[in-house]
């Protein structure tokens, strides 16, 4: 038995000695590999951090003090030292464990989390919670080089330092978001290098730790002059300028010594910055690699490990697409969140790298950037997950909107995501952007349509959404930009004739309307394209003949797209029949999509039930008599 088997706790690794801890941190990543070998996972950012995980744990009891973990995708250690081991198999499948930390799965996840740059404000108010009652716990942060390009970082870091309250921020830096980090300070913080005195006394052991560490403690004082430069380097320190103490940078896999830093930054008052140098995928000699593959990794064989490669995305298709774009027209830009891999941008970011911009993970300078762009007549295209957009709201209304600019957003990840669970679902992007006035928004069924459509965008101009769903596709067939279809601007498509009632679905739900419409010559289907505008001729028809209505989406019920056409119908009066199918007012988490879209009564089977209620189905009977 090893030392992990022991450990049920956060206050069980506190009780270990300092010099078990590094043997704790090689079973914790022999540990993660193992789980992630049969979950897949965020593989690349726990193994980085499982000495910090470990150190973490052995100076803070997570049960008591608040470890506010950034993103919480590097979490896979913390879960299993704290009672999570046995169910991290479950890990991101349905009724598991989350892939992030989440506080209603544990008391030791002090926050809810999956978006990055949380971190820094949360533990703030954390801290002045404490404060304010007088408690006794402590509260850290830990925060990876990427989560610190967002602005909510950064402002939040402005704001720790005015505020001046006792907590310790870890910088977590392996030099990578997802992909190569970005960004000037990115740079900056590079240059903060160990100081060669200071090389020479760690090496001279603990003892000489503590003799280094006094000029600290007494922070302010007749500090030694030099060590006084290392451990708070006034002269080109950002975050000395924001009004943090800063340590560093240290060897973030040295587990003994980030334990004594922690340790001895846990006595200090106000705001203290411990810089960790860490290594993505440390320990793992493919994740070390290439870190980029192995950050969300699918299963793999432990001893012969192959990331495996997806079939053609969505994703894909947009990439490919924008790239033939881009060489259309000369003005056309690709923007991106830090989400190069996700957004199927790394071939365009090779072949347009003069028009293409990785922003960091700062949702809301891509969109007022494209702002810009689009003021001095480029044609920008702001390749973001819908979920992300959820960042940038206020520049898409207040930079691009108001000035009615041509803008193209292009939506990925629309609908329920997967894996990632509820702080990842793309399931509002309808209803916060379908009142932004002058704004269009449309889902294409397939690659084809996609194309036709974001070709379109860029010829018509005026801020325009297109969302697609996350997963496959088949791509579309090569044809020069002239070449490719034209999709009469906002129109439905009939894509299926039927008698007695209609189905309206768009993207990916439009194959369940299909399977659920299977051959009956009573059921219409409809690619609803269009959300905004909707197809008002055809909605025209369908009303005037009273045909009852579904519609199916993969989104919210709450100001989607049912909810437009409910919208619509009530304001011309005299209204067919409805039922709106979707997901109702809850948060979905992580599970299969296909067969969460089932549960959730959108799916053929749901599609059917509707149908039924509606009088056409196998339960004609009952159905009959509810009708008009
Ligand atoms: N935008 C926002 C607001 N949140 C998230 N989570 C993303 C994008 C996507 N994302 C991640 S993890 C990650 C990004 C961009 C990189 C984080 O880099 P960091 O950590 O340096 O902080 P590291 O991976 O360990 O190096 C996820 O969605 C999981
Ligand atoms: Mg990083």
């Known amino acids: 038995m090893g030392l992990l088997d022991h450990i049920q706790s956060s206050a069980d690794v506190g009780r270990l000695r300092r010099d078990e801890l590094p043997q704790l941190a090689a079973e914790l990543r022999a540990e993660i590999i193992d789980v992630c070998a049969v979950t897949g996972g965020h593989l690349a950012s726990s193994l980085g951090a ?62 809810t989390v999956g978006h990055a740059s949380t971190s820094l404000a949360a533990a703030l108010g954390m801290a002045l919670a404490r404060d304010a009652r007088g408690a006794p716990y402590d509260v850290v942060a830990v925060i990876g080089d990427g989560a610190l390009t967002g602005g909510m970082a950064l402002a939040a870091l402005n704001q720790i330092g005015h505020q001046a309250t006792r907590m310790t921020i870890v910088l977590n830096d392996n030099e ?21 005195w200071f090389q020479r006394a760690e090496s001279r052991g603990k003892a000489a730790l503590e003799d280094l560490w006094s000029p600290l403690a007494e922070f302010g004082s007749r500090a030694k002059k030099a060590a ?165 709201y206020d520049q898409v209304i207040h930079d691009v909107a108001l000035e009615g600019l041509d803008v193209v957003f292009a939506i990925d990840r629309a609908g329920l995501v997967g894996a990632d669970g509820m702080t990842h679902q793309g399931v509002y992007d309808l209803a916060y952007l379908r009142p932004v006035p002058g704004l ?30 996350r997963g496959g596709v088949v791509p579309a067939p090569d044809a020069p930009v002239d070449a490719w279809d034209d999709v009469p601007w906002g129109t439905w498509e009939v894509v299926k004739d039927g008698t007695d009632v209609a189905v309206l679905a768009f993207g990916a739900t439009l194959p369940y309307a299909l399977t659920a419409a299977g051959g009956d010559p009573r059921v219409a289907v409809v690619n609803a394209r269009f959300v905004k505008p909707l197809d008002a001729a055809m909605l025209e028809r369908f009303a005037d003949s009273g045909t009852p209505l579904v519609t199916v989406e993969d989104h919210v019920l709450h100001g989607g797209f049912g909810a437009a056409v409910a919208e619509f119908l009530s304001d011309r009066g005299g209204a067919p029949r409805l039922v709106r199918l979707g997901i109702d007012d809850q948060h979905v988490p992580h599970g299969d999509p296909v067969a969460q879209h089932e549960a959730l009564g959108y799916g053929p089977e749901g599609i059917r039930a509707a149908l039924a209620r509606l009088g056409v189905g196998p339960s004609a009977p009952v159905a009959v008599a509810e009708r008009r």
């Open 50 to 111: 499982v000495e910090l995980t470990v150190a973490l744990h052995a100076v803070h009891d997570s049960s008591r003090d608040r470890i506010v973990w950034d993103v919480g995708h590097q979490t896979y250690g913390h879960k299993i030292l704290t009672g999570r081991r046995e169910r991290m198999r479950s890990i991101r499948t349905s009724g598991g464990l989350a892939g992030f930390t989440t506080s209603s799965e544990s008391a030791d996840d002090a926050l």
């Open 176 to 196: 990578m978001s997802i992909s190569e980090n970005v960004g000037a300070l990115n740079g900056t913080m590079r240059r903060l290098q160990v100081q060669p």
């Open 228 to 392: 006084r430069r290392f451990f708070d380097p006034a002269s080109n320190n950002p975050f000395h300028a924001m009004g943090l103490r800063y340590v560093g940078p240290i060897d973030g896999h040295d587990v003994e010594q980030l334990a004594f830093y922690l340790a001895k930054i846990r006595e200090l008052e106000g705001p203290t910055m411990l810089h960790v140098l860490t290594r993505k995928g440390k320990g793992y000699g493919v994740a070390e690699a290439d870190p980029i593959a192995w950050h969300g990794a699918g299963k793999y064989d432990p001893i012969n490990p192959v990331s495996a490669g997806k079939g053609y995305q969505w994703s894909d298709a947009f990439g490919d697409a924008a790239i033939d774009l881009a060489k259309h027209d000369d003005r056309v830009w690709v923007i991106t969140p830090a989400m190069r891999e996700g957004s199927g941008l790394v071939r365009y970011s090779r072949e347009v790298p003069r028009r293409y911009l990785d922003v960091g993970i700062a949702e809301d300078v891509a969109v007022t950037t494209a702002a810009g762009l689009a003021l001095r007549g480029e044609k920008p295209i702001v390749a973001i997950y819908s979920t992300f957009l959820q960042r940038g």
């Open 440 to 469: 269009q928004i449309a889902a294409p069924k397939d690659a084809r349509e996609m194309r036709g459509i974001l070709r379109g965008a860029l010829e018509r101009g005026g801020p325009i959404a297109v969302r697609w769903p």
